[in-house]
């Protein structure tokens, strides 16, 4: 049973030959003339049938975890042969694509050896043609049953002589098909690939029906092959014709309400484009991200109806409809009803087009619509094209579904300092038709639990001008190396925050103004007071405290690559600021900033970089007044793993007072050694500094292990602080990407 990708022959290769698109000169020596076959694009990975309907449910959990599941279907068939390549000077890609397509011969293609060669010959010669290697010799021979040893003498590669590309029509002042000119999938010089230059045709259709040119054509796509001097001619000249517009955009409320689960005005605003305006396929899909984004909508339709390659007919009679249809509409009277499995029991199913049967599901579905309501439909269909095709313009329909508002989600984790964590979500997404919504936050370990609210509106714009209220709750508790003091704070929080996400720049600014009443509780104040200096800022034993801070700060990542970016770039910069005038201890600027890096290299990007650094400082003409809260810490696994969360920083009479500064970095080398997961490697320093940055330096190396999930990425990582006398391990669980 194979378990690699078989190349199979481009379909694409029968259409260009019958349109006469490759002309092929020959060389002199008639012995060595290539004949006129039709070409294959090239190295194509093909689908084989069926063999994963026999995985058990176990099976099919164990290939998704491990990453085997790589999407072929395997076919319960007979085994191929083994495909051995020899020779001198032989290029990889004329190698790669002979062994995929060799691999098609059966082992027991392979017992009948003489027969099986003018097979194996038609195989090589169109698998070293299809990149440019016309004039290739093979000898064959077998060996130990089921291998094909193939000597391949290569000869000269076809390359690219010119490479005349002309566009027409509205086409010929389209940035975008200035972008294809200036870089096109083959180009001089290069080697005659025929997948590349297959490429480069759907690459022009794609953006043609992208941007909008729905009737373009070719006048000519040829290749003229000359094999005396093994040069080849390319010239494509396409008229893209006129670029169609968008027409009238309309929303609806997909229970058939009348009513708008929120204002038109609203969902106007997350309009990427207008009535008039050029069609944008590109546009059409960021309106989608955008519904998507306010998080209203459990279910979000777009309904744009394109040309169909039907006649541009203004009348629609009978004969206009599919031949499918034509024929299901006489089927018997006692199948009043069409549905697919009618469809499939009179042969004609693969003539509908997936428009057509969509309407006969939706009939199947509703148990209603008779033949000839469903074949009316169809019409009626068809004549929205011909209209369409007659203004050029292309109506938006879209369809927001809004019933479920409600959703909750569960997160766990484990990690030596912390122990078991257990983190919950709740979103009401839509309160009202104004767009408001409400969050709430829940997490509670062994030394932390916080719960969060957050209500949400639009400001100036439903996505990139919002306004929150937010208040929480935190306690933790912290037992200090020295004597075993045992330290418990609670944080009381209420504010409110602007976020504001310019298009243009792509960053996010957020300005915030947040109230904080923070209470410090020492286990034993007998202990603080008999020591020969106070470590913490009690000098009156004041347990409480507050602060008013006004805040900004500018955000802006960049990734590729989803869930599980392969590379990206994060950088943030925060500033908070109180005054002992207005409701804080002390007069003090909090200065923050970080930035995460993630770069992917070699084949299939299984290397990986990732490196983070965090900078911050507290300006104060008092530090002592700062509340242990604001001050910074360090360890963790966001941190520096190897040490428990918020152990590491300044350190007064053997106790953990909290950094006036930070400074912690990291970076990570990760190997993909599973098509879902990879193994890691990692250093970690840093501290919570004084303000002289008099305190050490602590390291934490490790190792750990990444599962690309479908909910994102997962890491376990076993961390070690290096810097102590007696080394501490730690294990450290997260979820979510580096970034």
Request: hydrophobic residues 35%; proline residues 6%.
């Amino acid at each position: 049973m194979p378990t690699a990708p078989v190349a199979t022959p481009s379909t694409t290769s029968a259409a260009l030959v019958q349109q006469g698109a490759v002309t092929v000169e020959p060389a002199p020596q008639p012995a060595e003339k290539p004949d006129a076959t039709p070409l294959s694009s090239g190295k194509v990975s093909g689908k084989l049938p069926d063999a994963k309907k026999n995985l058990t449910r176990f099976q099919r959990l164990k290939r998704r975890i491990w990453g085997e599941d790589d999407g072929l279907d395997y076919a319960n068939d007979e085994p191929t042969v083994k495909v051995e390549i020899q020779g001198k000077a032989i290029p990889e890609a004329l190698a790669d694509n002979l062994r995929a397509y060799l691999r098609r011969i059966t082992i027991s293609e392979l017992t009948d050896f003489q027969a099986t060669i003018p097979r194996a010959r038609s195989l090589a010669k169109e698998a070293a043609e299809a990149v440019g290697y016309y004039q290739s010799q093979f000898i064959f021979s077998a060996k130990s049953g089921n291998t094909l040893v193939v000597d391949v003498v290569p000869g000269d590669a076809v390359t690219v002589r010119t490479n005349h590309l002309v566009f027409l029509g509205g086409a010929e002042n389209d940035e975008k098909f200035k972008a294809i000119e200036n870089a096109p999938d083959i180009k001089v010089g290069d080697t005659l690939n025929h997948e590349w230059y297959e490429k480069l045709k759907a690459r022009i259709l794609n953006q043609s029906t992208e941007r909008g040119y729905f009737e373009g054509i070719w006048y000519e796509r040829d290749v003229k092959v000359t094999l005396p001097t093994n040069t080849a001619d390319i010239r494509l000249v396409y008229d893209s014709g006129d670029r169609y517009k968008f027409g009238a955009i309309q929303f609806k409320n997909a229970t058939g309400d009348p009513q708008l689960p929120v204002r038109l005005d609203l969902l106007k605003q997350l309009l990427p484009f207008h009535t008039g305006d050029a069609y944008d396929a590109t546009q059409v899909a960021q309106l989608t991200r955008n519904l998507q984004d306010t998080r209203w909508f459990n279910n979000i339709k777009l309904d744009v109806l394109t040309p169909d390659p039907l006649p541009d007919d203004s009348d629609v009679s009978d004969e206009d409809l599919t031949p499918g249809l034509a024929r299901a509409r006489d089927l018997p009277s006692d199948s009043a009803l069409l549905t697919p499995d009618k469809l499939e029991e009179t042969g004609v199913a693969d003539q509908v087009p997936d428009r057509d049967k969509e309407l006969l599901a939706k009939a199947e579905s509703l148990k209603a619509p008779s033949r000839a309501e469903v074949i009316a439909q169809a019409k009626a269909h068809q004549a929205e094209i011909a209209r369409i095709k007659r203004d050029q313009t292309i109506p938006v329909t879209v369809t927001v579904n809004a019933s479920r508002p409600n959703s909750a989600e569960v997160g766990i984790g484990y990690g030596t300092d912390t122990g078991a964590r257990l983190r919950s979500q709740y979103r009401r997404a839509l309160l009202n038709e104004d767009g408001h919504s409400i969050d709430g936050n829940f997490e509670v370990s062994k030394i932390r639990q916080a719960i969060e609210a957050r209500y949400n509106l639009p400001y100036k714009h439903p996505l990139n001008d919002t306004l929150s209220y937010f208040g929480g709750y935190e306690h933790e508790t912290d037992t200090q190396t020295a004597d075993e003091l045992r330290l418990e704070y609670q944080s009381l929080t209420l504010g409110a925050e602007r976020s504001i996400k310019p298009v243009s720049t792509g960053w996010q600014k957020t300005i915030s103004v947040r109230y904080r009443l923070d209470q410090l509780t020492i286990g034993d104040l007998a202990q603080i007071q008999s020591a020969s200096g106070l470590p913490f800022h009690f000098n009156s034993s004041k347990p409480r405290e507050q602060m008013l801070l006004f805040g900004y700060g500018l955000n802006k990542v960049h990734t590729s690559g989803g869930l599980d970016p392969v590379s990206g770039f994060r950088q943030y910069y925060q500033i908070d600021v109180g005054s002992k005038a207005l409701l804080s201890e002390t007069d003090m600027a909090s200065l923050r900033a970080g930035w995460r890096w993630i770069d992917s290299f070699g084949s299939s990007n299984a290397h990986q970089l990732i490196s983070r650094l965090d900078l911050g400082s507290i300006v104060s003409n008092d530090f002592s007044k700062v509340p242990y809260n604001q001050r910074f810490f360090a360890g963790g696994d966001q941190s520096i793993r190897g040490y428990d969360y918020k152990s590491l920083s300044t350190v007064v009479d053997g106790y953990q007072v909290g950094g006036q500064n930070l400074a912690v970095g990291s970076l990570e080398y990760t190997y993909r050694f599973l098509p879902q997961w990879r193994g890691a490697v990692f250093v970690d320093a840093g501290n919570a500094f004084d303000d002289s940055f008099n305190d050490p330096i602590k390291v934490g190396v490790g190792l750990g292990v990444r599962w690309s999930s479908p909910i994102g990425p997962i890491r376990i990582d076993v961390g070690a602080g290096v810097s102590e006398a007696s080394i501490p391990i730690r294990l450290h669980f997260f979820i979510g990407p580096s970034l």
